[in-house]
């Protein structure tokens, strides 16, 4: 497996014994599953308009990667938001 700088100061740190892995508490987990909850969670809808062409498109790329184009337009917008996708300048 390959790490980032960071991670791979911290498997080191680990390794040479610096560093100690300690169990989380019950407050710690159950704030972990909330947040996991909190995230997992789509409560919002939406109607946007696209160009019949878009639709046809969107629908198209869905069936080739075998999940529903409404999950895909909002894993790209959630990419698009989170930085993942940035746009192509000519």
């Given at each position: 497996?390959?790490?980032?700088?960071?991670?791979?100061?911290?498997?080191?740190?680990?390794?040479?014994?610096?560093?100690?892995?300690?169990s989380p508490s019950k407050k710690?987990?159950?704030?972990?599953?909330?947040?996991?909850?909190?995230?997992?969670?789509?409560?919002?809808?939406?109607?946007?308009?696209?160009?019949?062409?878009?639709?046809?498109?969107?629908?198209?790329?869905?069936?080739?990667?075998?999940?529903?184009?409404?999950?895909?337009?909002?894993?790209?917008?959630?990419?698009?938001?989170?930085?993942?996708?940035?746009?192509?300048?000519?």
């Open positions: 497996m390959k790490y980032d700088k960071e991670e791979k100061a911290i498997v080191d740190a680990y390794e040479k014994g610096k560093m100690k892995l300690s710690e987990i159950e704030a972990i599953k909330s947040t996991a909850k909190k995230t997992m969670i789509k409560d919002k809808r939406i109607t946007i308009r696209l160009y019949d062409h878009d639709y046809q498109g969107i629908q198209k790329k869905a069936l080739e990667m075998g999940m529903p184009y409404q999950t895909l337009i909002s894993g790209i917008i959630h990419r698009y938001i989170e930085g993942d996708l940035i746009s192509k300048r000519g």
